[in-house]
């Protein structure tokens, strides 16, 4: 007989967008219900480029009483310092720093122009041993969107990690065959996130019958060959691969609009989008690995102690949710899952 319920370690999200202000009582409180812990990305206008500015943005997370544990980052920028890295180091609360290519996504473009320009920062971070949380996307307009990423790992992140090889780095989201391959083929300082939506849907997902402006991210979901290579990197088992859903909340208007924002809305509805897709891949049993065990391996974090349990049932996600008076659409909006989150 088929198991009616599951129960896992509580698991974590290691790369999560709340946003601020009026939005965090609905941003924190979706990922709660289901998270302990989540490494909160620093992309807001003006970007979180110090430790100060991230204790506050801390503090006004934890003001929400979602029970959440923030895991703080720092913006890297081309004038981020080696005193910068120390004092977010020495805070205790700040537990990477995230480098996006200028121009490379949402709130990037005070982002690093030339992996150089950071690499005193970077020495400190290999030197601290902070990890280095790195949006993986060449910004060179003459490079298709589509070969972003592999194009980023050949000539900018395959040297980075041949310089700093003590460096520890979280290749985020990744949504290729290469992208797959480096992290397999790097050393034990090199880990990855996967988000729910590069697991379940290809570009064809979002551009065959229409565009689907919800299913628009970056990096933006790759063919299916792809899609393929990430499902298998999480059916190997290797540890090197952990959930980081990538939830990142636009409200409608942004999204469907002449120039729709990037990004999946996923919190609500994310351990539940994992457990489906890995369901369907037969590795259930792999689920708690990847959600709750891999990820605190890489951050030299204990597992969480609480537990949560799913239960075998359909239910269909909600079509919208109130964001703040405004109207936001989850990932998988309308879609009908079968397993659901124990209250
Ligand atoms: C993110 C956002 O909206 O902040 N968007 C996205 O498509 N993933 C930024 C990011 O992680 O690239
Ligand atoms: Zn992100």
Not at 15 to 29: E, M, N, S, W
Not at 113 to 120: D, F, L, M
Request: with cysteine; aromatic share 6%; hydrophobic share 40%.
């Amino acid at each position: 007989m088929t198991a009616q319920t599951l129960t896992l370690i509580q698991p974590d999200d290691w790369h999560l967008h709340l946003r601020d202000g009026a939005v965090l009582g609905r941003t924190t409180k979706d990922s709660a219900r289901q998270f302990g812990r989540a490494i909160i990305m620093p992309n807001l206008t003006p970007p979180i480029t110090n430790t100060t500015m991230a204790m506050d943005y801390k503090s006004r997370i934890d003001a929400q009483g979602s029970g959440l544990e923030a895991l703080m980052t720092l913006y890297l920028t081309d004038n981020t310092t080696a005193t910068d890295i120390r004092n977010a180091h020495d805070s205790g609360i700040v537990s990477g720093v995230k480098l996006y290519p200028a121009g490379a996504t949402t709130n990037s473009t005070a982002g690093v122009t030339a992996i150089n320009k950071a690499y005193k920062a970077i020495a400190t971070m290999e030197e601290l041993g902070l990890p280095l949380l790195v949006h993986g996307e060449t910004t060179h307009t003459d490079v298709d969107i589509f070969d972003r990423e592999k194009v980023f790992i050949d000539t900018q992140l395959a040297p980075l990690v041949s310089h700093f090889p003590k460096l520890r780095l979280v290749v985020e989201h990744i949504t290729t065959k290469e992208a797959v391959e480096f992290v397999q083929q790097s050393n034990a300082n090199i880990g990855a996130t996967i988000t729910p939506q590069h697991l379940m849907y290809n570009r064809n997902h979002m551009l065959v019958g229409g565009i689907k402006p919800h299913l628009y991210c970056l990096p933006v979901l790759k063919r299916n060959t792809h899609q393929q290579a990430l499902q298998d990197a999480v059916v190997s088992g290797d540890d090197s691969f952990f959930l980081g859903t990538d939830s990142a909340p636009h409200a409608q208007g942004a999204k469907e609009s002449a120039c729709g924002c990037a990004g999946c809305y996923s919190a609500p509805v994310a351990i539940e989008l994992y457990a489906q897709t890995f369901e369907q891949l037969g590795i259930l049993d792999k689920l708690e690995a990847f959600a709750s065990r891999n990820g605190p391996k890489f951050y030299r974090l204990p597992v969480n102690s609480k537990t949560i349990t799913l239960i075998r049932q359909d239910w269909q996600v909600p079509t919208s949710l109130n964001y703040a008076g405004d109207t936001i659409i989850p990932l998988g909006a309308g879609e009908t899952l079968h397993w659901k989150l124990q209250d």
